[in-house]
Protein backbone atom coordinates (compact mmCIF):
# COMPACT_ATOMS: atom_id res chain seq x y z
CA UNK A 1 0.00 0.00 0.00
CA UNK A 2 2.03 3.14 -1.08
CA UNK A 3 0.07 6.68 0.52
CA UNK A 4 0.32 9.61 -1.23
CA UNK A 5 2.16 11.90 1.44
CA UNK A 6 -0.37 14.60 0.50
CA UNK A 7 -3.17 12.76 2.36
CA UNK A 8 -2.90 12.22 5.62
CA UNK A 9 -5.73 13.92 6.32
CA UNK A 10 -8.85 13.67 4.75
CA UNK A 11 -12.97 14.64 4.96
CA UNK A 12 -15.17 11.64 5.15
CA UNK A 13 -18.74 10.55 4.51
CA UNK A 14 -19.64 8.42 6.89
CA UNK A 15 -22.63 6.08 6.39
CA UNK A 16 -25.42 7.75 8.95
CA UNK A 17 -24.78 11.08 6.54
CA UNK A 18 -22.84 12.97 8.95
CA UNK A 19 -18.69 13.68 8.39
CA UNK A 20 -15.45 12.85 9.97
CA UNK A 21 -11.52 13.68 9.40
CA UNK A 22 -9.64 10.70 9.00
CA UNK A 23 -5.92 11.05 9.98
CA UNK A 24 -3.87 8.65 8.02
CA UNK A 25 -0.24 10.02 7.95
CA UNK A 26 2.41 9.10 11.16
CA UNK A 27 3.41 12.54 11.29
CA UNK A 28 -0.49 14.03 11.38
CA UNK A 29 -1.29 11.26 13.43
CA UNK A 30 1.39 12.57 16.03
CA UNK A 31 0.85 16.14 15.70
CA UNK A 32 -3.64 15.14 16.29
CA UNK A 33 -2.78 12.72 19.48
CA UNK A 34 -1.01 15.60 21.13
CA UNK A 35 -2.73 18.39 19.84
CA UNK A 36 -4.88 20.09 23.18
CA UNK A 37 -7.09 21.84 20.40
CA UNK A 38 -8.51 18.30 19.64
CA UNK A 39 -10.73 17.55 22.43
CA UNK A 40 -11.70 14.14 23.80
CA UNK A 41 -14.79 15.15 25.78
CA UNK A 42 -18.25 13.88 24.01
CA UNK A 43 -21.55 15.25 24.45
CA UNK A 44 -24.34 13.18 25.88
CA UNK A 45 -26.52 13.08 22.94
CA UNK A 46 -23.22 11.98 21.21
CA UNK A 47 -23.87 7.95 22.69
CA UNK A 48 -27.13 8.00 22.29
CA UNK A 49 -27.41 6.35 25.73
CA UNK A 50 -29.72 7.82 28.39
CA UNK A 51 -28.65 10.43 31.01
CA UNK A 52 -27.15 8.29 33.67
CA UNK A 53 -25.61 5.78 31.56
CA UNK A 54 -23.86 7.97 29.70
CA UNK A 55 -22.40 10.35 32.68
CA UNK A 56 -20.84 6.90 33.61
CA UNK A 57 -19.26 6.76 29.72
CA UNK A 58 -18.24 10.55 29.49
CA UNK A 59 -16.24 10.44 33.65
CA UNK A 60 -14.42 7.89 32.06
CA UNK A 61 -10.87 9.68 31.68
CA UNK A 62 -10.66 8.81 28.10
CA UNK A 63 -13.03 11.13 27.59
CA UNK A 64 -11.97 13.89 29.32
CA UNK A 65 -9.21 17.08 28.94
CA UNK A 66 -7.12 18.65 31.44
CA UNK A 67 -7.86 19.39 33.87
CA UNK A 68 -10.28 16.81 34.69
CA UNK A 69 -7.79 14.27 32.83
CA UNK A 70 -4.76 14.96 34.73
CA UNK A 71 -6.13 14.49 37.71
CA UNK A 72 -7.57 10.79 37.63
CA UNK A 73 -4.82 10.07 35.48
CA UNK A 74 -2.55 10.95 38.07
CA UNK A 75 -4.74 8.94 40.77
CA UNK A 76 -5.07 5.64 38.66
CA UNK A 77 -1.21 6.13 37.47
CA UNK A 78 -0.03 4.56 41.07
CA UNK A 79 -1.28 1.39 39.71
CA UNK A 80 0.20 0.73 36.72
CA UNK A 81 3.78 1.60 38.09
CA UNK A 82 6.55 -0.58 35.91
CA UNK A 83 7.05 -2.01 39.41
CA UNK A 84 3.64 -3.01 40.14
CA UNK A 85 3.03 -4.33 36.70
CA UNK A 86 6.15 -6.23 37.11
CA UNK A 87 5.05 -7.69 40.27
CA UNK A 88 2.16 -9.40 38.71
CA UNK A 89 4.32 -11.95 36.38
CA UNK A 90 4.24 -14.85 38.56
CA UNK A 91 0.75 -14.76 38.77
CA UNK A 92 0.17 -14.14 35.24
CA UNK A 93 2.12 -17.43 34.32
CA UNK A 94 0.71 -19.53 36.27
CA UNK A 95 -2.48 -18.25 34.58
CA UNK A 96 -1.26 -18.80 31.49
CA UNK A 97 -0.13 -22.29 32.40
CA UNK A 98 -3.20 -23.36 33.58
CA UNK A 99 -4.91 -22.30 30.37
CA UNK A 100 -2.38 -24.39 28.17
CA UNK A 101 -2.79 -27.56 30.64
CA UNK A 102 -6.51 -27.10 30.39
CA UNK A 103 -6.71 -27.52 26.20
CA UNK A 104 -3.52 -29.67 25.87
CA UNK A 105 -5.10 -32.55 25.68
CA UNK A 106 -6.80 -31.56 22.12
CA UNK A 107 -5.34 -32.00 18.78
CA UNK A 108 -7.40 -28.68 17.58
CA UNK A 109 -8.27 -25.65 19.34
CA UNK A 110 -9.17 -22.23 18.77
CA UNK A 111 -6.82 -20.52 20.25
CA UNK A 112 -9.03 -16.98 20.76
CA UNK A 113 -11.25 -18.62 22.16
CA UNK A 114 -9.47 -20.83 24.51
CA UNK A 115 -6.03 -18.54 25.36
CA UNK A 116 -6.37 -15.00 23.59
CA UNK A 117 -9.21 -13.60 25.16
CA UNK A 118 -10.05 -15.57 28.25
CA UNK A 119 -6.21 -14.77 29.16
CA UNK A 120 -6.60 -10.93 29.45
CA UNK A 121 -9.91 -11.48 30.37
CA UNK A 122 -8.85 -13.46 33.50
CA UNK A 123 -6.24 -11.00 34.65
CA UNK A 124 -8.06 -7.94 34.58
CA UNK A 125 -11.30 -9.17 36.47
CA UNK A 126 -8.52 -11.16 39.18
CA UNK A 127 -7.01 -7.66 39.27
CA UNK A 128 -10.32 -5.74 40.00
CA UNK A 129 -11.41 -8.35 42.26
CA UNK A 130 -14.30 -9.17 39.70
CA UNK A 131 -15.89 -13.20 41.02
CA UNK A 132 -15.44 -16.01 39.16
CA UNK A 133 -18.72 -16.92 37.88
CA UNK A 134 -18.95 -13.09 37.22
CA UNK A 135 -16.61 -12.83 34.46
CA UNK A 136 -18.56 -14.79 31.32
CA UNK A 137 -21.51 -12.25 31.75
CA UNK A 138 -18.62 -9.09 32.18
CA UNK A 139 -17.10 -10.37 28.94
CA UNK A 140 -20.69 -10.34 27.08
CA UNK A 141 -21.55 -7.10 28.92
CA UNK A 142 -18.40 -5.42 27.79
CA UNK A 143 -17.83 -6.98 24.22
CA UNK A 144 -21.53 -4.81 23.46
CA UNK A 145 -19.92 -1.85 24.87
CA UNK A 146 -16.73 -2.09 22.82
CA UNK A 147 -18.20 -2.73 19.68
CA UNK A 148 -19.34 0.86 19.05
CA UNK A 149 -22.36 1.89 17.26
CA UNK A 150 -22.47 -1.79 15.07
CA UNK A 151 -24.29 -2.82 18.28
CA UNK A 152 -25.73 0.40 19.63
CA UNK A 153 -29.26 -1.17 20.56
CA UNK A 154 -27.87 -3.98 23.12
CA UNK A 155 -25.43 -1.26 24.82
CA UNK A 156 -28.42 0.62 26.94
CA UNK A 157 -29.23 -2.82 28.73
CA UNK A 158 -25.29 -4.33 28.98
CA UNK A 159 -24.24 -1.18 30.39
CA UNK A 160 -27.09 -0.59 32.81
CA UNK A 161 -26.02 -4.85 33.78
CA UNK A 162 -21.93 -3.67 34.02
CA UNK A 163 -22.66 -0.45 36.12
CA UNK A 164 -25.01 -2.46 38.37
CA UNK A 165 -22.51 -5.13 39.04
CA UNK A 166 -19.03 -3.03 39.56
CA UNK A 167 -20.90 -0.85 42.04
CA UNK A 168 -21.63 -4.26 43.77
CA UNK A 169 -18.47 -5.21 43.17
CA UNK A 170 -17.18 -1.72 44.98
CA UNK A 171 -19.64 -1.94 47.49
CA UNK A 172 -18.83 -5.44 48.49
CA UNK A 173 -14.76 -4.33 48.42
CA UNK A 174 -14.93 -1.38 50.17
CA UNK A 175 -15.50 -3.46 53.45
CA UNK A 176 -12.71 -5.60 52.84
CA UNK A 177 -9.34 -3.73 51.10
CA UNK A 178 -7.04 -5.99 49.33
CA UNK A 179 -3.83 -5.29 48.03
CA UNK A 180 -4.27 -5.66 44.29
CA UNK A 181 -5.72 -3.32 41.39
CA UNK A 182 -9.01 -2.39 42.97
CA UNK A 183 -7.43 -2.17 46.19
CA UNK A 184 -4.72 0.62 45.32
CA UNK A 185 -8.20 2.52 43.78
CA UNK A 186 -10.12 2.55 47.13
CA UNK A 187 -7.43 3.71 48.75
CA UNK A 188 -6.97 6.93 46.75
CA UNK A 189 -10.59 7.08 47.02
CA UNK A 190 -10.36 6.81 51.13
CA UNK A 191 -7.36 9.77 51.08
CA UNK A 192 -10.01 12.76 51.30
CA UNK A 193 -11.11 14.94 48.39
CA UNK A 194 -10.08 12.35 45.47
CA UNK A 195 -11.85 9.84 43.72
CA UNK A 196 -15.80 9.93 44.05
CA UNK A 197 -17.98 7.05 43.86
CA UNK A 198 -19.07 7.16 39.91
CA UNK A 199 -15.70 8.18 39.38
CA UNK A 200 -14.61 4.82 41.00
CA UNK A 201 -17.12 3.22 39.30
CA UNK A 202 -16.27 4.80 35.84
CA UNK A 203 -12.28 3.70 36.38
CA UNK A 204 -13.45 0.26 36.99
CA UNK A 205 -15.78 0.29 33.60
CA UNK A 206 -12.86 1.64 31.51
CA UNK A 207 -10.17 -0.63 32.86
CA UNK A 208 -12.45 -3.77 31.99
CA UNK A 209 -13.48 -2.25 28.78
CA UNK A 210 -9.67 -1.11 27.76
CA UNK A 211 -8.21 -3.94 29.12
CA UNK A 212 -9.00 -7.43 27.69
CA UNK A 213 -10.40 -7.44 24.15
CA UNK A 214 -7.41 -5.32 23.26
CA UNK A 215 -4.56 -7.69 24.28
CA UNK A 216 -7.13 -10.56 23.53
CA UNK A 217 -6.14 -9.03 19.82
CA UNK A 218 -2.81 -8.45 20.25
CA UNK A 219 -2.09 -12.23 21.51
CA UNK A 220 -4.21 -13.35 18.46
CA UNK A 221 -2.93 -11.18 15.89
CA UNK A 222 0.59 -11.71 16.91
CA UNK A 223 0.12 -15.53 17.18
CA UNK A 224 -1.48 -15.78 12.95
CA UNK A 225 1.21 -13.35 11.78
CA UNK A 226 4.03 -16.30 13.33
CA UNK A 227 2.36 -18.80 11.80
CA UNK A 228 1.06 -17.26 8.50
CA UNK A 229 4.74 -17.65 7.70
CA UNK A 230 5.43 -20.37 9.80
CA UNK A 231 9.38 -18.99 9.17
CA UNK A 232 8.71 -16.47 11.54
CA UNK A 233 7.46 -18.97 14.20
CA UNK A 234 9.97 -20.98 14.51
CA UNK A 235 12.54 -17.95 14.46
CA UNK A 236 11.09 -16.60 17.27
CA UNK A 237 10.59 -19.81 19.35
CA UNK A 238 14.85 -20.10 18.85
CA UNK A 239 15.40 -16.81 19.37
CA UNK A 240 13.14 -15.72 22.21
CA UNK A 241 15.07 -12.91 22.51
CA UNK A 242 13.77 -11.12 19.82
CA UNK A 243 10.21 -11.35 21.37
CA UNK A 244 9.94 -7.61 22.46
CA UNK A 245 10.67 -6.18 19.42
CA UNK A 246 8.53 -8.78 17.94
CA UNK A 247 5.39 -7.43 19.94
CA UNK A 248 6.18 -4.24 18.67
CA UNK A 249 5.79 -5.29 15.20
CA UNK A 250 3.02 -7.29 15.82
CA UNK A 251 1.53 -3.68 17.71
CA UNK A 252 2.57 -1.81 14.71
CA UNK A 253 1.52 -3.96 12.18
CA UNK A 254 -1.78 -5.26 13.39
CA UNK A 255 -2.50 -2.49 16.40
CA UNK A 256 -5.44 -3.64 17.71
CA UNK A 257 -7.11 -0.33 18.17
CA UNK A 258 -7.42 0.68 14.41
CA UNK A 259 -8.95 3.77 14.80
CA UNK A 260 -8.73 5.57 18.21
CA UNK A 261 -12.21 7.11 19.88
CA UNK A 262 -13.00 10.38 17.78
CA UNK A 263 -11.53 14.18 19.36
CA UNK A 264 -13.40 17.43 18.38
CA UNK A 265 -11.90 20.75 16.94
CA UNK A 266 -12.24 23.32 19.63
CA UNK A 267 -11.20 25.50 17.13
CA UNK A 268 -9.81 25.82 13.16
CA UNK A 269 -6.61 23.31 13.70
CA UNK A 270 -4.58 23.34 10.07
CA UNK A 271 -2.95 19.79 9.86
CA UNK A 272 -2.03 18.10 7.11
CA UNK A 273 -2.29 20.88 4.84
CA UNK A 274 -5.97 20.61 5.79
CA UNK A 275 -8.05 23.52 7.66
CA UNK A 276 -9.93 21.76 9.55
CA UNK A 277 -12.84 23.36 10.90
CA UNK A 278 -13.80 24.27 14.57
CA UNK A 279 -16.53 21.89 15.45
CA UNK A 280 -15.20 18.97 13.45
CA UNK A 281 -14.81 15.06 14.21
CA UNK A 282 -11.07 13.62 13.87
CA UNK A 283 -10.17 10.02 14.05
CA UNK A 284 -6.67 8.91 14.13
CA UNK A 285 -6.43 5.77 11.95
CA UNK A 286 -3.60 4.39 13.81
CA UNK A 287 -3.66 1.45 11.57
CA UNK A 288 -2.75 3.76 8.47
CA UNK A 289 -0.13 5.82 10.41
CA UNK A 290 1.43 2.56 11.52
CA UNK A 291 1.60 1.42 7.81
CA UNK A 292 3.44 4.81 6.59
CA UNK A 293 5.93 4.25 4.51
CA UNK A 294 7.50 8.29 4.87
CA UNK A 295 8.33 6.90 8.57
CA UNK A 296 8.69 3.01 8.45
CA UNK A 297 11.01 1.42 6.13
CA UNK A 298 8.89 -1.69 4.44
CA UNK A 299 5.95 -0.78 6.65
CA UNK A 300 3.93 -3.43 4.95
CA UNK A 301 6.07 -6.29 5.39
CA UNK A 302 6.36 -8.06 8.97
CA UNK A 303 10.35 -7.45 10.80
CA UNK A 304 10.66 -9.30 13.56
CA UNK A 305 13.75 -7.60 14.79
CA UNK A 306 12.49 -3.96 13.45
CA UNK A 307 15.10 -1.89 15.36
CA UNK A 308 12.93 1.66 15.06
CA UNK A 309 9.53 1.03 15.63
CA UNK A 310 8.09 4.26 17.22
CA UNK A 311 4.28 2.89 16.60
CA UNK A 312 1.96 4.84 17.08
CA UNK A 313 -0.33 1.16 18.50
CA UNK A 314 -0.71 2.54 21.87
CA UNK A 315 -1.61 6.61 21.31
CA UNK A 316 0.56 8.92 21.90
CA UNK A 317 0.01 12.11 23.87
CA UNK A 318 -1.48 12.22 27.42
CA UNK A 319 -4.17 9.65 26.45
CA UNK A 320 -0.87 7.28 25.76
CA UNK A 321 -2.21 4.36 26.89
CA UNK A 322 -1.80 3.98 30.50
CA UNK A 323 -1.87 0.09 30.51
CA UNK A 324 0.90 -0.20 27.77
CA UNK A 325 3.27 -2.14 30.33
CA UNK A 326 0.67 -4.64 31.31
CA UNK A 327 -0.48 -5.49 27.73
CA UNK A 328 3.22 -5.87 26.75
CA UNK A 329 3.71 -8.56 30.11
CA UNK A 330 0.95 -10.15 29.46
CA UNK A 331 2.25 -10.90 25.45
CA UNK A 332 5.29 -11.92 26.41
CA UNK A 333 4.14 -14.31 28.86
CA UNK A 334 1.49 -15.72 26.31
CA UNK A 335 4.39 -16.04 23.26
CA UNK A 336 6.24 -17.67 25.79
CA UNK A 337 4.13 -19.95 27.29
CA UNK A 338 2.69 -21.03 23.57
CA UNK A 339 6.11 -21.79 21.94
CA UNK A 340 7.56 -23.40 25.18
CA UNK A 341 4.21 -25.25 25.37
CA UNK A 342 3.97 -25.86 21.83
CA UNK A 343 6.59 -25.52 19.79
CA UNK A 344 5.02 -27.14 16.92
CA UNK A 345 2.15 -24.90 16.81
CA UNK A 346 0.53 -24.47 13.55
CA UNK A 347 -2.71 -23.40 11.42
CA UNK A 348 -5.32 -25.77 11.50
CA UNK A 349 -7.36 -24.12 8.22
CA UNK A 350 -6.17 -21.77 5.36
CA UNK A 351 -5.01 -18.76 6.52
CA UNK A 352 -8.24 -17.26 5.04
CA UNK A 353 -10.38 -18.75 6.94
CA UNK A 354 -9.28 -17.07 9.55
CA UNK A 355 -12.27 -15.31 11.55
CA UNK A 356 -11.37 -11.10 12.25
CA UNK A 357 -12.92 -8.12 13.17
CA UNK A 358 -12.55 -4.86 11.47
CA UNK A 359 -13.73 -1.87 12.56
CA UNK A 360 -12.23 0.44 15.01
CA UNK A 361 -11.03 -2.51 16.45
CA UNK A 362 -9.20 -4.95 14.42
CA UNK A 363 -7.96 -8.72 15.68
CA UNK A 364 -8.61 -12.53 14.76
CA UNK A 365 -12.31 -13.89 16.14
CA UNK A 366 -11.39 -17.71 15.35
CA UNK A 367 -7.62 -19.02 15.03
CA UNK A 368 -7.84 -22.62 14.64
CA UNK A 369 -4.64 -24.37 15.76
CA UNK A 370 -3.14 -27.70 16.05
CA UNK A 371 -1.26 -28.58 19.37
CA UNK A 372 1.00 -30.96 18.38
CA UNK A 373 1.17 -31.78 14.80
CA UNK A 374 2.10 -35.24 13.89
C1 LIG B 1 -5.77 4.32 26.11
C2 LIG B 1 -4.38 0.88 23.01
C3 LIG B 1 -4.27 -2.40 26.61
C4 LIG B 1 -6.13 0.92 29.58
C5 LIG B 1 -5.36 3.67 24.97
C6 LIG B 1 -5.18 4.30 23.68
C7 LIG B 1 -4.81 3.33 22.81
C8 LIG B 1 -4.74 2.09 23.54
C9 LIG B 1 -4.53 3.49 21.31
C10 LIG B 1 -5.36 5.80 23.35
C11 LIG B 1 -6.74 6.08 22.83
C12 LIG B 1 -6.92 7.52 22.35
O1 LIG B 1 -5.99 8.35 22.40
O2 LIG B 1 -8.04 7.81 21.88
C13 LIG B 1 -4.24 -0.30 23.72
C14 LIG B 1 -3.74 -1.54 23.16
C15 LIG B 1 -3.70 -2.46 24.17
C16 LIG B 1 -4.18 -1.80 25.37
C17 LIG B 1 -3.34 -1.74 21.70
C18 LIG B 1 -3.27 -3.91 24.16
C19 LIG B 1 -2.45 -4.41 23.29
C20 LIG B 1 -4.72 -1.77 27.75
C21 LIG B 1 -4.80 -2.38 29.06
C22 LIG B 1 -5.36 -1.44 29.89
C23 LIG B 1 -5.59 -0.24 29.11
C24 LIG B 1 -4.32 -3.79 29.41
C25 LIG B 1 -5.67 -1.49 31.35
C26 LIG B 1 -5.72 -2.52 32.10
C27 LIG B 1 -6.20 2.11 28.88
C28 LIG B 1 -6.71 3.34 29.45
C29 LIG B 1 -6.61 4.33 28.46
C30 LIG B 1 -6.04 3.68 27.30
C31 LIG B 1 -7.24 3.51 30.86
C32 LIG B 1 -7.02 5.79 28.57
C33 LIG B 1 -5.82 6.63 28.92
C34 LIG B 1 -6.12 8.10 29.03
O3 LIG B 1 -7.17 8.57 28.56
O4 LIG B 1 -5.27 8.81 29.59
N1 LIG B 1 -5.08 2.32 24.87
N2 LIG B 1 -4.50 -0.50 25.05
N3 LIG B 1 -5.19 -0.48 27.81
N4 LIG B 1 -5.79 2.33 27.59
FE1 LIG B 1 -5.04 0.94 26.37
Same mark, same amino acid.
Given at each position: ??????????????????????????????????????????????????????????????????????????????????????????????????????????????????????????????????????????????????????????????????????????????????????????????????????????????????????????????????????????????????????????? *????? !? @?? $???? /?????? %? #????????????????????????????????????????????????????????? *????? !? @?? $???? /?????? %? #????????????????????????????
Amino acid at each position: MSRDPDAGVQAIELPDGTSAWFVTGYQEARQALSDPRLSKVLKAEELGLDPELASAMLRMMLFLDPPDHTRLRRLISAAFTPRRVEALRPHIERIAAEMLDAVAGHETVDLVETFAYPLPLQVICELLGVPVEDRAEFRTWSAIVAAGPARRHEQPEALAKLLTRIRALLADRAARPGDDLLGDLLAVREEGDRLSEDELTSMVFMLVIAGHETTAHLIGSGVFVLLDDRDRWLRLRDEPELLPAAIEEFI *RYEPP !I @AV $TTQR /TATEVV %E #LGGQSIPAGSRVMVRLADANRDGTRFQDADEVRLQRAQNPHLGFGHGIHYCIGAPLA *RLQAQ !I @AF $TALM /TRFPGL %E #LAVPAGEVGWRSDFQRGVTRLPVRLRPA
